[in-house]
């Protein structure tokens, strides 16, 4: 299998490998960075920040059709793949926590949101999964 068969997380563009970094030929996003940070959120701490009214946003990063099924009251729907065209959209200086069903999703989009300048975003550790199983029973789970 050839490198080049592989396809970016954000917009399913081709991947490029470099010296030290695999990148989409299409958005720029680095897919394999040399260092990784720690930029996850789990359940508990976004159910503090929800409780105390802070000032952030939730941008679930699922398709429309799993955000239909169960979300988080108040998130923002932006689909991984349209994320690149919308971007310019969110508040680079606003504390984003992006959400997907198990957290995989959602940690590349909060790096690339970071690669683009965004000052803070975050990912929710175990998506809303872990949110209907350990925050609120109620809701849904697939």
């Known amino acids: 299998m050839e490198f ?4 970016c997380r954000i917009c399913n563009g081709k991947l490029v490998p470099g010296l030290n970094e695999v990148r989409c030929s299409n958005c720029n996003f680095i ?5 990784e ?9 976004l159910k503090r920040k929800i409780s105390s009214r802070e000032d952030f946003l939730v941008l679930d990063v699922r398709e429309k059709w799993e955000h239909s099924l169960v ?5 923002v729907l932006i689909p991984m793949r349209e994320l690149k ?5 969110l508040d680079k200086n606003k504390l984003i926590i992006t959400l997907c069903h198990r957290g995989v999703r959602a940690s590349y989009a909060a790096r ?8 803070n975003a ?4 175990g998506g809303i999964d872990a949110w209907a199983n350990k925050i609120d029973n109620s809701l849904r789970r697939y």
């Open 112 to 119: 690339y949101l970071l690669q683009n300048g965004f000052k």
């Open 85 to 89: 065209d919308k971007i310019n959209s």
């Open 4 to 7: 080049n068969s592989f396809q």
């Open 71 to 75: 979300n988080i009251s108040g998130s």
């Open 122 to 125: 975050k990912y929710l550790e």
């Open 37 to 45: 940070t720690n930029f996850k959120i789990n359940t508990d701490e």
């Open 31 to 35: 897919e394999h960075p040399v260092k």
